[in-house]
Nanobody, 125 residues
Framework: VQLLESGGGLVQPGGSLRLSCEAS????????SGWFRQVPGKKREGVAV???????SYQKSVKGRFTLFRDGPKNILYLQMNSLKYEDTAMYYC????????????????????WGKGTQVTVSS
């Protein structure tokens, strides 16, 4: 299984970015997948996950600003991030679990089986 993230970068507060995660050896439509993030010195936190039925769960702080969606045929997971804030600065990781459901571990990360290498998002003026 490989999860390859892209789309990170430097953006001003209020700006937008779209992260992509190309999955191989894993179906983003059949299993739970999503995004976590981490700031150095802080615990990893869940951003959003989607299960095999398309049910999406968001962390409270990103709800209404971030949108998680997937392209099943292309096997790509996306995270559209709008109205970015300074506190969204972090390394963003694409994640996947060999489980159709996410609710068994969300918002924790114990049930995750695979992590990408991450893409850095920096919100700064």
């Amino acid at each position: 299984v490989q999860l390859l993230e892209s789309g990170g970068g430097l953006v001003q507060p209020g700006g937008s970015l779209r992260l992509s995660c190309e999955a191989s050896g894993f179906s983003v439509s059949r299993y739970c997948s999503g995004w976590f993030r981490q700031v150095p010195g802080k615990k990893r936190e869940g951003v959003a996950v989607i299960d095999s039925d398309g049910v999406i769960s968001y962390q409270k702080s990103v709800k209404g600003r971030f949108t998680l969606f997937r392209d099943g045929p292309k096997n790509i997971l996306y995270l559209q991030m709008n109205s970015l804030k300074y506190e969204d600065t972090a390394m963003y990781y694409c994640v996947a679990a060999m489980s159709a459901e996410c609710y068994t571990f969300w918002p924790g990360s114990d049930g995750l089986d695979y992590w990408g290498k991450g893409t850095q998002v920096t919100v700064s003026s």
